[in-house]
C-alpha cells in the first residue's frame, strides 16, 4: 500500500515534478504568464511562504502553496498547484490532503484567491470542492485567455 505524505516542498521536488507535469497545468502556466514548467514550479515555490509537496511514497505527484506578492492586499494569498500527469490514479489522497491543507492555510490569510484556467474542468471542479466561490471565466495573463478568479474567504 501507497503512502501518501504532506512535507515541505523542495526545489528537488520541483524539479522531479517539472518533467512530468501534467499537460493541463503545462497550459495553465505557459496561458497565464508564459511560463514553462520548471519556470512556473520553481517560481511558485519562490513567491510561497509554505509550499508543501504530497509524496505517493518517495514520488513527487503535487506541490501546493500560497503565493504571496505586494501587488495584493496583505491577508491575501493566491493558491496555486501543479500536479504529475498521473494524480487522477491518486485521487482519494490528492483531494483529503488538499482539503486538510487550504483549510489549514486558509486561517493564516482573510482571503485565498486561485487563477484557474477555464479549459482545465478538473482543477475547476476541485477548487469548487474545496470550497471557493468560482467567477465566470475572464480574459487574465499575458495571453488574454479564459481563466475562473475564484476566491475563498472575506477579504
Given amino acids: 500500500m501507497i503512502e501518501y505524505t504532506l512535507t515541505p516542498a523542495t ?15 503545462k497550459w495553465g502556466a505557459e496561458a497565464l504568464a508564459n511560463y514553462t514548467p520548471m519556470m512556473a514550479v520553481l517560481t511558485s515555490l519562490k513567491q510561497s511562504p509554505n509550499p508543501q509537496t504530497i509524496l505517493a511514497g518517495e514520488e513527487v505527484i503535487f506541490m501546493i502553496g500560497v503565493a504571496e ?3 495584493i492586499p496583505a491577508g491575501s494569498g493566491m493558491v496555486w498547484g501543479m500536479g504529475r ?7 482519494r489522497p490528492f483531494l483529503r490532503i488538499t482539503k ?5 492555510i486558509g486561517q493564516h490569510y482573510d ?6 484556467d ?3 474542468t478538473a482543477s475547476i471542479r476541485w477548487i ?3 470550497g471557493f466561490d468560482v467567477a465566470p471565466a475572464a480574459p487574465w495573463g499575458d495571453n488574454h485567455l479564459a481563466f475562473h478568479l ?4 472575506d477579504g
Avoid: Q, T
Fill in 85 to 91: 500527469y498521473d494524480i487522477p490514479s491518486h485521487a
Fill in 150 to 153: 475564484s476566491s475563498l474567504g
Fill in 100 to 104: 486538510s491543507y487550504i483549510k489549514e
Fill in 128 to 130: 469548487e470542492w474545496l
Fill in 118 to 120: 477555464a479549459r482545465y
Fill in 111 to 116: 482571503l485565498l484567491f486561485a487563477l484557474v
Fill in 69 to 71: 506578492y505586494p501587488e
Fill in 11 to 25: 526545489k528537488e521536488h520541483a524539479l522531479e515534478l517539472a518533467p512530468r507535469m501534467r499537460l493541463e497545468d
